[in-house]
């Protein structure tokens, strides 16, 4: 049987769509490799990987790579085998928000969609805090600028203004660059694992699989003192913190061909290939290292310590310029899909109505765009500090990746029969199992100290949730439509799409 061409696909698509009750507002161009892609760039090994390194070798020492970040990518992976199954059956922008409702009740998916609001304003500026640091480390003393607040938000206010502008000009330029991304983070991973290897005066695979306790003034004070299991628990959250914004390739579900197979295969392929990668990666950097306890009493300055010492000086300024632009990239991917949620969101009735506004030139949902990118600096000015942005960033987005697939599991077989192109079968109730003892696993360690601040933030975040789920939201929010809504709808859509398509 001859395969349908991309026309016919998309048709295909745009039916799917339809049949849940929205029309295809977001211009579908996206192919398999840049859904792919645009995950690939969010999980970015040379952004969480590099700048949460000093959480690893401050902690627990090698092992914490060697031993801790397979252990981290599985219990990621085991979020992403979840998300991939329901993805397959419902390819909405919305994803997880959209999931919870229909697998859980309006309720469960209103919450679920602050909480991935959350989870993706956090990461956001998680990831472009990294950089500002990275930048400052890489090129400060050549340009003359110091890490401190003041400059930091300025950085921060630039880059992410850039990152949304970017957003604001379309898909097309979007996915080119998300595109290119994934080839640069490839390119320059390989090229630093290299290097590393090269370079090294030493080759101490033991190191992977030897534990030693630096926290405490040893590990440059990036955890408090502490005994060895603690602080080897807390190193997990680097592969862990950095094996996440797969949930991208589901906020892009109504921007790409092929949906319930691409979405699904992108979810499971940007997990592996970066687990594999990063470890790969950040193995070379371990056994390079000429002295353990001294690069260890550098803290988060872990990297440019290693770098410094074991890299000539103009291979690794090209080193610097390629991860720099990989964080970069890594940002501009993460307004793309924290847009694209607050849209979906904002289309049902979760968030203000004008976060849902389309551009009919660009077809990118403008407003939400520019509410992504403004939300994350803000948050930044709470939490100015990296570790707590990481950790408030994990405990939110695992959470909001945990509830549909935990509302999965007793909706399987039950009110949820219709199973996408992509099915694990019965393997689903052991997958979801598993990612619940997971979720409680991360909460546990990331509100250790000195992360208490994120303990809470989170109380006070759900105790603000139920208070206004119950005085306001109960009897106002409607969730996605079901059922007779969705056959109202159809007259509307039609509209939608025919006046989206005459501009």
């Excluded at 979020?79 to 991939?84: D, I, K, T």
């Excluded at 959209?98 to 309006?106: D, T």
């Excluded at 690069?295 to 390629?322: D, H, M």
């Excluded at 949730?465 to 996605?480: I, Q, Y």
């Amino acid at each position: 049987m001859s395969q349908p061409n991309d026309q016919q696909q998309i048709s295909e698509d745009v039916k799917v769509l339809n049949s849940m009750g929205y029309a295809q507002e977001l211009a579908r161009r996206m192919k398999s490799f840049s859904n792919f892609a645009i995950a690939f760039s969010i999980i970015c090994i040379l952004s969480g990987g590099i700048n949460s390194l000093g959480q690893a070798i401050g902690g627990a020492g090698g092992a914490a790579i060697g031993i801790g970040w397979p252990i981290g990518v599985g219990i990621s992976f085991l979020f992403a085998l979840g998300m991939a199954q329901i993805a397959s059956a419902y390819p909405t922008a919305g994803g997880l928000y959209h999931w919870s409702s229909i697998l859980g009740g309006r309720g469960w998916g209103w919450a679920t969609g602050w909480l991935n609001l959350l989870g993706l304003v956090t990461v956001l500026g998680a990831i472009n805090v990294g950089t500002f640091f990275f930048f400052i480390g890489a090129f400060g003393s050549a340009l003359g600028l110091e890490g401190n607040l003041t400059t930091q938000i300025i950085f921060l206010i630039i880059l992410t203004g850039i990152q949304a502008a970017v957003n604001h000009f379309g898909i097309r330029l979007t996915t080119m660059l998300t595109d290119f991304s994934g080839y640069l983070i490839f390119a320059v991973a390989i090229a630093l694992t290299l290097a590393l290897i090269i370079y090294a005066p030493t080759r101490d695979f033991a190191r992977l699989f030897t534990f030693t306790n630096y926290s405490g003034e040893a590990g440059g004070n990036v955890w408090p003192s502490s005994d060895l299991t603690t602080v080897f628990l807390l190193g997990l959250l680097l592969p862990i913190y950095t094996i996440t914004g797969y949930d991208a390739c589901a906020h892009v579900s109504e921007e790409t061909v092929n949906a319930q197979r691409s979405v699904p295969k992108s979810i499971i392929s940007s997990t592996l290939w970066s687990g594999l990668f990063g470890y790969i990666m950040l193995c070379a950097f371990v056994i390079a290292i000429p002295n353990m306890d001294e690069a260890a009493k550098q803290g988060f300055n872990v990297f440019f310590y290693v770098l410094g010492t074991v890299v000539p000086s103009g291979i690794r300024e090209v080193l610097y310029v390629g991860v720099f632009l990989s964080q970069f990239l890594c940002g501009l991917a993460t307004v793309t899909s924290a847009s694209r949620m607050i849209f979906a969101f904002a289309r049902d009735g979760g968030f203000p109505s004008i976060l849902k506004t389309i551009d009919k030139t660009y077809r990118t949902p403008v407003p939400a765009i520019w509410a992504a990118g403004i939300i994350s600096i803000l948050f930044t000015l709470y939490a100015p500090v990296y570790t707590t942005i990481v950790t408030i960033c994990v405990i939110f987005l695992f959470l909001s990746y945990a509830m549909p697939i935990a509302a999965g599991l007793f909706a399987y077989g039950k009110s949820w029969t219709k199973m996408g192109p992509w099915d694990m079968g019965a393997s689903y109730r052991i997958v979801s199992v598993a990612v619940i003892i997971g979720i409680v696993f991360i909460f546990i360690i990331g509100i250790q100290p000195p992360n208490d601040k994120a303990l809470w933030v989170t109380l006070g975040f759900f105790a603000l949730l139920l208070a206004v789920w119950f005085a306001l939201e109960r009897n106002r929010f409607t969730g996605p439509p079901t059922g007779a809504e969705i056959a109202k709808r159809q007259a509307e859509i039609k509209a939608t799409e025919k006046a989206l398509g005459e501009n």
